[in-house]
């Protein structure tokens, strides 16, 4: 069974930091891109960050650059969100995802990727 496993949210304050994983599983990703969205209560699902399993790029929403870090663990399946100077602003349920198409494509068609996670919830607050 194919699966994306998000863990690592919680409550914390503005400015604060906080680190979400993502684990992979029941497939072989070494050509997939892998991607953080997240979605705020009311809106609609947004790209957050990307990148290539079998590579180094990285690609990040502009209202998260210089603030958040995605990387990955190819030897353990998971992928991870390093986040910091959080604002209210990023209060939302992220979630990992994974595709076979480009990093470009994923951060226009966030809504359309083949594989899923069940969601994070990372609440900040002052």
């Known amino acids: 069974q194919v699966q994306l496993v998000e863990s690592g949210g919680g409550l914390v304050q503005t400015g604060g930091s906080l680190r979400l994983s993502c684990a992979a599983s029941g497939r072989t990703f070494s050509t997939y891109t892998m991607g953080w969205f997240r979605q705020a209560p009311g809106k609609e699902r947004e790209f957050v960050a990307a990148i290539r399993w079998s590579g180094t790029s990285t690609y990040y929403a502009d209202s998260v650059k210089g603030r958040f870090t995605i990387s990955r663990d190819t030897a353990k399946n998971t992928m991870f969100l390093q986040m910091s100077s959080l604002k209210p602003e990023d209060t939302a349920v992220y979630y990992c995802?994974?595709?076979?198409?480009?990093?470009?494509?994923?951060?226009?068609?966030?809504?359309?990727?083949?594989?899923w996670g069940q969601g994070t919830l990372v609440t900040v607050s002052s």
């Open positions: 995802a994974a595709d076979r198409r480009s990093p470009v494509y994923i951060s226009v068609v966030g809504a359309h990727l083949e594989i």
